[in-house]
Structure formats: C-alpha cells, structure tokens
C-alpha cells in the first residue's frame, strides 16, 4: 500500500508541472525526414505532415519530405531545394539541388532569394559558362572550373571568370558557346556542392548558443522567447504557482517518503540484514559522452602560418569551408592528413571536438574515437558543409 501511493504521489507531481509548463510556453519535439543524412528539425523550422503548425515561425520556414527522404525548402522565386545542414546556432543553411546540380539551378533556370527570409553571405564576381562541344581534359587556369553534372562524354561546361574569358579562349582549340554570364557567388568551392544561406528573424541563435528552446511563449502569442536553459533560476512568477499549488501536497510527499524509508530500516531490522546491503535506488543517471576527437589527435594534424604571400597548398582553395572567411597572412591553418583538405586552425580544431570527420569530404581520421550523445547528434551530410554547430572566425 505503502508503495502504491508513493507512485501516485510521484504520477501526481509530474502531471502538475507538466500542465504548469505547457500553458507557459509552446515548444515542439525535433523531427527528420529519416535520411541517411536528413537534418534536425525544429524551431524555426517545422516539418509538414509531421509537426504542428505552431512548431515553425512562418510558412517560409515550412520543409517537408520528397520520396527520397530528403529535406525540401520551397521558396517562390528558387523552387525546391535540399535542405543538408540546418545551423541553428549561427542561424545558416547549407542548400542544394535534388538532383546535384545546384549549377544549372543558378545559371540557367530562374533562382533568387527574393521575397524570402534567406539572404546570400558571399562576395559576388562576374562568370561567363561555356560549352565547348568536345572533352576537355585540363586548362591551366585555377579559377576555371569543370561543371561535371552538365557536361558529357562529347562536350565540356566550364565556369570562366571574365578576368581570366581571353586567355582561356585562347587557349582553348576552338570557340566555345556562351551559355550564360552571370554574377557568381564566391563560395570557396564547386557550384555542385550547393551554397549557404542565412536567416536573420527570429534571432534564435543566442538561445542555442547558450543550450536552450528557442519557441513561442504559449500557442496563442507570436512572440518568440527562449526556454529551458541549463543551470538558470526558475521565473519569479514560477515560483510562486509551485510554493502556492506544490505546498501542501509536497510537505505530504515528504511525510510518506520519510515514513516509507523509515518502515524499510525497521522492516530490515527485524530480519537481522546487515545495514550495509540496504541500498536504495534512486534511478540511473545517463552517461553523456561528447563526440569527436580528443585535444591530441587533433595537435597532432600538421599546422602552418601563412606568409605575406598567403602562398597555399592547394591555390585554387582561398577561403575557409567552415566559417566561410578568405585566408589572410599570419593566419594559421591546419592540414587534415588523410584527405589533405585545410582549415582556419581554430575553426577546424572546434569541428574536430564535435565531429570526426573533415568537414569537405567526410574522411573520418583513422585514430578518431567517436561516440554519439544521448540528448542531441548533429547530422552532417554527405557533401562537405559548414554546418552546424561552427564557429563563427573572422
């Protein structure tokens, strides 16, 4: 008997904080699209057909899932684009084509961002596209690159910056067909790899940061606010509903609790047990472990510093994957070494503490030890990304 209303005092106290916390605030479970690489979605973004209509801040923000498990974003003037990564600490979007080919998007069918909550965060240069109708096997050039998703075993599509359209015309054995001339994002890798673009409302990188919900304050209010952050007092008002409703059921809570332990020392008492084999169990506390690889794995991938020349291993790589920001002299970079890709050092030194794995091509280092956490993955897909959790270098 005894047992029995210590369960239901419990039941009793969950159920009213419960019901106390969700008429304070409206937050929703995180939902995927089950990919291999599908991303979490949460607020302030909602899944169609599987969250409520109150999980996401606007309709722009609404994704759904195609059939083939990837994560679509429809916007009114870029169609629908795969959502891989959602960073919701520095509020980004890493966007693609569903067919991987983001360059025919961008070059020949109509895409902007206009009269969308997305902006662009790149530097923009004049390109011309050509299509020479026969293979083109290399060009001199470290600007000029290869469009693999339109080209074919008779023909080449290559992407010419204008500085460089005389020399490459030159040196090319025939003319070319202009396909279009256009202003380019410089993103610091291929047009096939997709972009990042950035949302600046509602401004829930803050509450992330610091490991909270960022959600509505209740179902009816459009007002955002953060919720549940670790290690923070309870809210004045709070307090008072849990001293004025939990009062006297609590100091009664107590009471059975206190007399339920006593009559088990006694019980155990009587029975002549030794004390020391009395233990009372409390429930198991989850281990948490962190992903990624350990401070010496990644202090043993080889560093450099940049000279005035800004002189690089590979030069057609001048701006960072991750915080999107080109290299500067003095800066120091480092070398991942079983792929070779490199990294503002800081930028890829915090990537490697969450995720074993080189940010551009997924190489996983063969001492990397990576373990998942319980309470929340970061899923990265199989393109390279800057994603989520990053830091933000300058």
């Known amino acids: 008997m005894a047992v029995s209303k210590f369960s239901v005092a419990v039941l009793l106290l969950l159920a009213f904080l419960f019901l106390n916390g969700a008429e304070s605030q409206f ?147 025939s003319p070319c067909k202009v396909i279009a001339t256009k202003k380019l994002p410089l993103t610091g890798m291929e047009l096939e790899e997709g972009m990042v673009v950035r949302w600046s409302e509602p401004a829930c990188g803050n509450c992330e940061t610091r490991g909270g919900d960022c959600g509505f304050k209740s179902n009816s209010s459009g007002e955002v606010g953060c919720f549940n952050l670790p290690k923070s007092g309870i809210p004045r008002g709070a307090k008072y509903g849990l001293i004025i409703g939990v009062g006297i059921p609590g100091v009664l809570f107590i009471i059975g609790l206190v007399c339920y332990i006593c009559g088990r020392f006694k019980a155990f008492a009587r029975s002549n047990r030794p004390t020391s084999h009395l233990s009372l169990s409390l429930g198991h506390q989850p281990t948490f472990t962190k992903a990624g690889l350990d401070g010496s794995t990644i202090e043993s991938f080889p560093k450099t510093t940049l000279g005035q020349s800004r002189r690089l291993p590979k030069s057609n790589h001048t701006t960072c994957a991750i915080c999107l920001s080109e290299y500067q002299s003095k800066e120091t970079i480092r070398t991942i070494p079983d792929c070779g890709h490199f990294f503002h050092a800081k930028c890829i030194d915090e990537w490697l503490k969450l995720n074993a794995t080189c940010p551009v091509c997924r190489t996983s280092p063969e001492d990397s030890s990576c373990t998942s956490t319980p309470s929340q993955s970061m899923s990265v897909p199989t393109s390279p990304q800057s994603v989520a959790s990053l830091p933000h270098h300058h």
């Open 27 to 173: 937050l929703c479970k995180s939902s995927s699209c089950n990919g291999v690489s599908s991303p979490d979605v949460r607020f302030p973004f909602r899944l169609k057909n599987s969250q409520d209509s109150r999980c996401g801040y606007q309709p722009d923000f609404d994704l759904f899932c195609n059939n083939r498990n990837q994560t679509i974003l429809n916007l009114p003037n870029a169609g629908d684009l795969v959502v891989e990564i959602i960073d919701y600490r520095f509020q980004r979007l890493w966007i693609n084509d569903p067919d991987q080919c983001f360059p025919r998007r961008i070059l020949i069918d109509s895409f902007n961002l206009e009269n969308s909550p997305f902006i662009y965060n790149y530097r923009f240069d004049e390109f011309t596209v050509l299509n020479c109708s026969y293979y083109v096997q290399t060009l001199p050039f470290d600007r000029v690159r290869k469009i693999k998703c339109m080209s074919g075993g008779n023909h080449t599509v290559i992407n010419v910056p204008n500085r460089d359209l005389k020399a490459v015309t030159d040196f090319l054995p």
